[in-house]
């Protein structure tokens, strides 16, 4: 049984302790730590059997009974929490993005070599089932070779304020994901991002020095194209598709919905929204994300989502970044130099 400390009691650190408690058989969170942990969480933790609650996350590192973390603290903290871990010898699983910042990265990336230790990063929709169709079917040669990889994200609603002035843009926020999405599903690599966005949906984000509406192509080292359109606002629900048109066909999914049930009437044809929550769409994804993190460590396999693919959606969301405020196509080079 492999024992578990998650560092960072929010959102997503419940969530991963949650799945873990119900879907994942081979390990136990032993302990979790937030610095702003109290009362609530604590009792929290004890209802989901977690032992030890710490406000200081040292803790869990000095533990030598904990083979490996979950990396779920603020995004600024990510790197050098994950510096240490490797050097305490702790198989780490981190939250996307590994930093902001790729020398940072990078310093992880020798750290972990270093110290021989599993590093997988957090790019849940991987582990998605309509996505993973979509990249078994591109790998079986059923479609040919990739020429259009198109990928939708649109959030049903903006993130507050305070997130968005910290979040690092809508590039390095939310469209990571799918830079990751065009990597996974296309299996080939982004040479050159030209990205054009703008302020549609809430002024204070703009006001905030970010954008909220985007479409990104891609030119990839296969020769294939990728498109990606974001909005933080879509009325209808989480919007989440994606298409592989190829030589010999596409493949393509749409979003889940509660049901697939589809009303005819005289007054029209009606079908569910979709799953209006990211937790709702990708929990499933979550718990399967770490079943293989928990398989690589007690297998001594490679994990399936490693520190550089932590490291290439960051550079090509440098690069989008650096296209809006340039108008202009931007290479991967540019920023990897």
């Keep these: ?11 997503i650190g419940k969530v991963h ?22 009362e609530e969480i604590s009792k929290w933790a004890e209802n989901m059997g977690i032992k030890n609650t710490y406000k200081d996350y040292k803790e869990i590192l000095n533990d030598t009974e904990i083979d490996a973390v979950l990396v779920c603290s603020s995004t ?25 910042d790729v020398e940072k990265i990078k310093e992880v990336l020798r750290e972990v070599e270093k110290a021989g230790v599993k590093y997988q990063v957090g790019f849940n929709r991987r582990f998605d089932h309509n996505f993973r169709a979509i990249k078994e079917t591109v790998q079986s040669g059923k479609i040919g ?23 690092g843009g809508m590039f390095l926020d939310m469209t990571i994901h799918d830079f990751d999405m065009i990597r996974f599903l296309s299996g080939s690599e982004v040479e050159e ?77 009606a079908a569910e929204k979709p799953l209006h929550f990211f937790l709702e769409r990708y929990m499933q994804a979550y718990a399967e994300e770490i079943k293989e993190f928990i ?21 090509i969301g440098l690069a989008a970044k650096k296209s809006i405020q340039e108008g202009r196509p931007v290479k991967i080079s540019e920023i990897e130099m």
């Design 1 to 11: 049984m492999i024992k578990l400390g998650i560092i960072g009691a929010g959102r």
């Design 17 to 38: 302790a949650e799945s873990i408690n119900k879907y994942v058989v081979d390990a136990e969170v032993k302990s979790i730590a937030d610095p702003f942990m109290n």
């Design 76 to 100: 600024d903290t990510h790197s050098q929490i994950s510096i240490e871990a490797a050097r305490a010898g702790k198989h780490i699983f981190c939250e996307k993005p590994i930093d902001h």
């Design 145 to 167: 070779a990739p020429h259009i990889i198109k990928v939708t994200s649109r959030d049903p609603e903006a993130p507050p304020i305070d997130y968005v002035r910290v979040s």
């Design 193 to 269: 991002v030209y990205a054009m966005g703008n302020v549609l949906v809430d002024p204070a984000i703009g006001e905030a020095g970010d954008i909220d509406t985007a479409i990104v192509t891609l030119k990839l080292a296969n020769g294939a194209l990728g498109v990606i359109d974001n909005s933080r606002q879509a009325a209808y629900g989480y919007d989440q598709r994606a298409e592989v048109f190829g030589s010999k066909g596409s493949v393509a999914v749409t979003n889940d919905t509660g049901s697939r049930a589809v009303i005819s009437t005289q007054e029209g044809v």
């Design 295 to 315: 398989a690589a460590v007690v297998n001594d396999t490679e994990v399936p989502v490693n520190a550089l693919d932590g490291l290439k959606p960051v550079l």
